[in-house]
T-cell receptor
């Protein structure tokens, strides 16, 4: 079946550090891949997406590349800010209509 | 920018009581969803709704749950007789899908606490 696995958190970084949050997936066919972000006390916001192999999604300095050969969609940012502190969810959509989420990775950025 | 809205933001209820969670999806969207997130766990799919009927539901969505689109704007989730384990954050989402857009937009959630 379809599933998403993310690296466990919490991840604690200093401001301006490089961020990687790993995400791998299992799916039949060719899913679309997403990163959603949940800021404290808020709902889920779409951060970026990619719909086919080798696509790169980007937004607000975050990037993720759809790698079919490694079934991965790792989230990266070159220089994190305190305001990036949130929970990040990797998810896939595979024509079934529903999103399948990873378990979420909490990021805490210290000044 | 259009957004999904949900009310109430927090609902406290006694075990066995009925609750209705309300959502207003983005106005020209066609597909509607409910998800839930038990504290500290992953976001789980409950149900999808299209053309005034359920298109898919998870095993969580048993006979105690129902959904309705009573008018052109609201989308509701009803839990008939709440259990302690129904305590969670419930998210509504909507999707347009004219031309195959697969992005779901989420509301801010309703935190349900069952005592």
């Amino acid at each position: 079946g379809n599933s998403v696995t993310q690296m466990e958190g919490p991840v604690t970084l200093s401001e301006e550090a490089f961020l990687t949050i790993n995400c791998t997936y299992t799916a039949t066919g060719y899913p679309s891949l997403f990163w959603y972000v949940q800021y404290p006390g808020e709902g889920l916001q779409l951060l970026l997406k990619a719909t086919k192999a080798d696509d790169k999604g980007s937004n607000k300095g975050f990037e993720a590349t759809y790698r079919k050969e490694t079934t991965s969609f790792h989230l990266e940012k070159g220089s994190v800010q305190v305001s990036d502190s949130a929970v990040y969810f990797c998810a896939l959509y595979n024509q079934g209509g529903k999103l399948i989420f990873g378990q979420g990775t909490e990021l805490s950025v210290k000044p | 920018e259009p957004e999904v809205t949900q009310t109430p933001s927090h609902q406290v209820t006694q075990m066995g009581q009925e609750v209705i969670l309300r959502c207003v999806p983005i106005s020209n969207h066609l597909y509607f969803y409910w998800y839930r997130q038990i504290l500290g766990q992953k976001v789980e799919f409950l149900v999808s709704f299209y053309n005034n009927e359920i298109s898919e539901k998870s095993e969580i969505f048993d006979d105690q749950f129902s959904v309705e689109r009573p008018d052109g704007s609201n989308f509701t989730l009803k839990i008939r007789s709440t259990k302690l384990e129904d305590s969670a954050m419930y998210f509504c989402a909507s999707r347009g899908d004219r031309g195959g857009t697969d992005t779901q937009y989420f509301g801010p959630g309703t935190r349900l606490t069952v005592l």
